[in-house]
Every structure is written in C-alpha cells, then in structure tokens.
C-alpha cells in the first residue's frame, strides 16, 4: 500500500470512530454545586467514578495511539494531492 492509500484508509478510520460521551464529565456536572464539587456526592457516587477514571484514561490512552499513528504518517506534497 501507498502512502496515499494509507493516508486514505485513516481518514476513513477517523470517520467511523462515533462522539463520545465521557462519564468523567457527566459526573462532573452532575456534582457540581455553585461552581464547587460536591465531595460527598462524589463519595457516595465512588464505584461510578471508579468507572468514570477507567473510562477516560482507556480513552486517552487509544487517543494518543491515534494521534502517534497520525504524526507518522507523512504529508503529501501540494503537486500531488490525495
């Protein structure tokens, strides 16, 4: 495969990855009082953001992969176009 194809197939790849809705920040509104946490909230909610945590470093994780597998990939030049 090219480099042109490659570029292609993750652009593709990209397309296809849905939004995401991270829990981490869902529960940081939910437990947010007059712009301060609601520290007792948040112990009683503890295994939900024991999963939250999880989540959100999962996904930052997959994120910088992504974004290491896309700094490799290198530009083609103007003249050519994709």
Do not use: C, W
Not at 44 to 57: D, F, H
């Amino acid at each position: 495969m090219n480099e042109a194809e490659y570029i292609e197939r993750a652009i593709h790849a990209l397309k296809q990855v849905p939004p995401k809705s991270l829990l981490i920040i869902e529960l940081a509104n939910r437990f947010t009082k007059n712009g301060e946490l609601d520290y007792d909230g948040l112990t009683a909610a503890q295994p939900e953001v024991n999963t939250a945590i999880a989540e959100a470093k999962m996904y930052g994780a997959h994120t910088l992969v992504a974004v290491d597998t896309l700094k490799r990939v290198e530009a083609i030049p103007a003249d050519v176009g994709p």
